[in-house]
């Protein structure tokens, strides 16, 4: 099973700055991986595919980097609902598995 | 809109059983792979099940292997997890999610709680 772990854990920015948020697989998973948004209490959103394909109806403000085992989610200027967490996924290799989270706090 | 909406879970205790549904609405179902994913208390997510377009091809964790049983009614639009010897650790939110492809999932249900606990 491929560990996919992120880094770091909590994140603090101030509004409007930049976030820089790290998701490293065990192995190599190509250009499959993808990102995602969670509220507390709502759905998961889909952010990112293909390491650097932004979803439909996706803000400019998140742009995704990286391939083999190193990945970036850069977040170019946070507002205020982008403070929440943010999973990265593998859909390389069975089973697809999930990195733990980061959460994105206020500073 | 796509909507996917859970329903089906409570409170079972350890050995029991559980059926969760998912009903769909738009986006023409019977053309989308869907998947189950769960999500433990103070946990991340974790891929449960798959199921293709018309149900004739399912895949599992190994940790819900010949426990859980994914279906699906393209008719009724709904997607259905089976649920038998619950342990406490299947304690979690369950999604409903639709497969955009390859196994990226592009939307997500709100969530069912399922607590395993006697």
């Known amino acids: 099973e491929i560990v996919m772990t992120q880094s770091p854990d909590t994140l603090s920015v101030s509004l409007g700055e930049r976030a820089t948020l790290s998701c490293r697989a065990s192995?190599?998973?190509?250009?499959?991986l993808a990102w995602y948004q969670h509220k507390p209490g709502q759905a998961p959103r889909l952010l990112i595919y293909g390491a650097s394909t932004r979803a439909t109806g996706i803000p400019a403000r998140f742009s995704g980097s990286g391939s083999g085992t190193e990945f970036t989610l850069t977040i170019s200027s946070l507002q205020s609902e982008d403070f929440v967490v943010y999973y990265c996924q593998q859909y390389n290799n069975w089973p697809r598995t999930f990195g733990q989270g980061t959460k994105v706090e206020i500073k | 809109e796509v909507q996917l909406v859970e329903s089906g879970g409570g409170l079972v205790q350890p050995g029991g059983s559980l059926r969760l549904s998912c009903a769909a609405s738009g986006f023409t179902f019977s053309k989308y792979w869907m998947h189950w994913v769960r999500q433990g208390p103070g946990q991340g997510l974790v891929w449960v099940s798959r199921i293709n377009s018309d149900g004739s091809s399912t895949n599992y964790a190994d940790s819900v292997k010949g426990r859980f049983t994914i279906s699906r009614d393209n008719a009724k639009k709904s997607l259905y997890l089976q649920m038998n010897s619950l342990r406490a650790e299947d304690t979690a939110v369950y999604y409903c999610?639709?497969?955009?492809?390859?196994?990226?999932?592009?939307?997500w249900g709100q969530g069912t709680l399922v607590t395993v606990s006697s």
């Open positions: 192995q190599s998973v190509s250009s499959n």
């Open positions: 999610t639709r497969d955009l492809w390859g196994d990226i999932i592009d939307y």
